[in-house]
């Protein structure tokens, strides 16, 4: 129903800012420009990589590129869920690589990676868009995997079908891991090359439980004896066991055969049934075969996710079972798993000047359409938003740990804590909704359930119920530490006054700013001199008490001096938070 006019209609939400707009005498194209603006499925002038890349930096992913030298086209896309990220740090043994085909309008062969968590369950952990089937092209996605890790954290294991270039690359890219080959991929290609001379069905059946009984041969004796009977039942086709030796056994049975696979660690691990799994799956979620690259990573978002739900439900499940012999919980075992980043053991520092100097140099030798450019090309690596009017008063923003509790790690960089005190935080907050929580009930109405369930939480990796729910959380803060809190994003800046106490109640009070980035977290960012004040919380405007009102007369000027700067049809620049750190 693209273009048709019931497509095109106002959703409740856009009809109420239309008549709030009108009785605000908004003109026409303002009022256009402001829904145009506010409206996230908008793509209007933006070409499909531009949509992927701001697909790619609004969810964090960990993404590297690769270019054709001669023509400049974009050949290989390669990125990782950060998410994924963590849980790979923690369970880097065993990988499973695959291409398949015919998942997006671009007809882009897709390379999946995936691995297996300590539970058994399966996670992705890095996609592919490459060009086409060659070594170069699987060498690049390897090598970008390669950097993510330290080198004491490579993989053990890798699977693979018989993919002469994958399997090049693999070796080429990880030469000290085991590279196995996909059992099942094998049996169906003789299924493919043997079923025409064996016609009989009980023959057939005989032969393939036997070729089982060869490749899950345990020692080298039974090995030897098993592929003796093999030949003795093929003494009739010469021309299957001439394809089983020169195809298979002579050049890649120690990459299959039991007797040479379990001397490597592989946890049972001898097909791509994981990866074959997750195939189906994203395609499933695509419902369509000429999906768009920006459609296909949004997806990515969606499964990464349920699969790291249904691990960390693993895990609280392995609490119930006990092991027979010394009857301890399962979950024992990884009682002290961290799923974070770790320190690397060497004494290893990471610097750019290098590569500083040479954009510096080859930027002083552009024209000024070429500096120009490079800048927005560099602007474009780091994706942070703060609104414009905010640059000339910010001294210092503060990057927190992304980990679901970047609020409260940011609030407690803000209230001087440091950010580790987020635990601490966060009872604060409890405590403060308990105690008064009659009182909340009537302020936040339908919202409380969702609010005390976010707040209760007390591990790392916190899920999506359990982040910080704004507006009504900014509520807390102010009223618990009695600060002024000022709330940035990207498209409705607040200002927290505390609801029932005004200025004369302290002796001193200051104001904390913490702005919301990348759609997902969180940072601190500190404001000097008198910076525009954002609009002053609904909530406030409510329920505050009398006594409180002089809030909004101290900072009047300010938050005029907003409103000025902000008016509906202005359109948010951007800045990079790294330039303040």
């Known amino acids: 129903m693209k273009g048709h006019a019931y497509a095109r209609r106002l959703k409740e939400n856009e009809k109420k800012l239309l008549v709030d707009l009108t009785s605000k005498n908004v003109t026409p194209r303002d009022i256009l420009s402001t829904l145009k603006e506010q409206d996230e499925s908008n793509n209007v002038g933006k070409t499909p990589i531009q949509l992927l890349m701001l697909l790619f930096n609004d969810k964090q992913f960990f993404t590297e590129f690769s270019v054709n ?4 086209e974009l050949e290989n896309i390669f990125f990782i869920h950060p998410r994924s990220l963590d849980i790979w740090r923690a369970f880097q043994h065993i990988l499973i690589v695959d291409t398949t085909y015919k998942m997006n309008k671009y007809d882009l062969p897709f390379v999946q990676i995936v691995g297996m968590a300590s539970t058994n369950k399966t996670f992705s952990i890095a996609f592919v868009f490459i060009i086409n089937e060659k070594e170069e092209n699987y060498n690049c996605a390897l090598t970008c995997l390669k950097l993510t890790l330290e080198e004491c954290m490579y993989p053990r294991v890798i699977v693979t079908d018989r993919e002469l270039a994958l ?63 093999l030949q003795s039942m093929l003494s009739e086709y010469p021309g299957v066991l001439k394809y089983l030796d020169q195809v298979w056994l002579s050049k890649y049975k120690e990459m299959f055969v039991s ?19 997750h195939h189906a799956k994203l395609k499933k979620y695509l419902c369509a075969k000429n999906s768009s690259l920006d459609k296909f990573v949004g997806c990515i978002d969606q499964i990464v996710k349920s699969q790291l739900t249904s691990i960390y439900e693993s895990f609280e499940n392995s609490r119930i079972f006990l092991k027979h012999r010394h009857n301890l919980p399962c979950f024992r075992l990884l009682r002290k ?7 690397s053991v060497e004494n290893e520092d990471i610097c750019c000047d290098g590569e500083l100097e040479m954009f510096k140099e080859k930027f002083t030798n552009q024209s000024k359409a070429g500096k120009k450019s490079l800048l927005r090309k560099l602007k474009d690596i780091f994706q942070p938003k703060i609104p414009d009017m905010f640059h000339p008063y910010i001294t210092h923003v503060q990057d927190v740990r992304g980990d679901g509790n970047c609020g409260f790690r940011a609030i407690s960089v803000c209230l001087g804590y440091g950010e580790d005190q987020w635990l601490y935080v966060r009872h604060q907050l409890v405590d403060e909704l308990l105690t008064s929580y009659d009182v909340y009930a009537r302020v936040f109405t339908d919202g409380i359930d969702e609010l005390c369930n976010s707040l209760c939480f007390s591990q ?21 530490f009695g600060v002024i809190l000022n709330y940035l994003t990207k498209r409705c800046d607040k200002t927290f006054f505390p609801l029932w106490r005004g200025p004369k109640h302290f002796q001193y009070h200051h104001a904390i700013t913490i702005a919301h980035v990348y759609d997902t977290h969180n940072v601190m960012v500190q404001l000097e001199g008198d910076y525009p004040m954002p609009t002053i919380s609904a909530y406030w405007i409510r329920h505050r008490a009398p006594s409180t009102a002089e809030w909004q007369t101290m900072y009047m000027s300010r938050l005029e001096f907003y409103r000025q700067l902000k008016p509906c049809n202005l359109k948010t620049p951007v800045i990079t938070i790294e330039d303040y750190c």
Not at 69 to 72: F, H, M, Q
Not at 189 to 194: S, Y
Request: charged content about 20%; overall charge positive.
């Open 69 to 72: 030298n001669i023509s400049n």
């Open 167 to 229: 399997m090049n690359a693999c070796q080429q890219v990880f030469p000290d891991t085991t590279r196995l080959l996909c059992r099942w991929h094998i049996t169906e290609n003789i299924k493919k090359h043997c079923r025409q001379s064996i016609k009989s069905q009980h023959k057939w059946d005989s032969f393939l439980a036997m070729w089982t009984v060869l490749i899950e041969s345990p020692t080298w004796i039974l090995y030897s004896e098993n592929y003796k009977k």
């Open 259 to 277: 007797v040479w696979i379990d001397r490597h660690l592989n946890f049972g691990e001898r097909t791509m049934n994981r990866v074959e799994s």
């Open 337 to 343: 798993l961290d799923l974070s980043p770790s320190t």
């Open 460 to 480: 790392l990796l916190a899920p999506a119920e359990h982040w910080m729910v704004m507006p009504m959380t900014g509520v807390l803060i102010a009223n618990r």
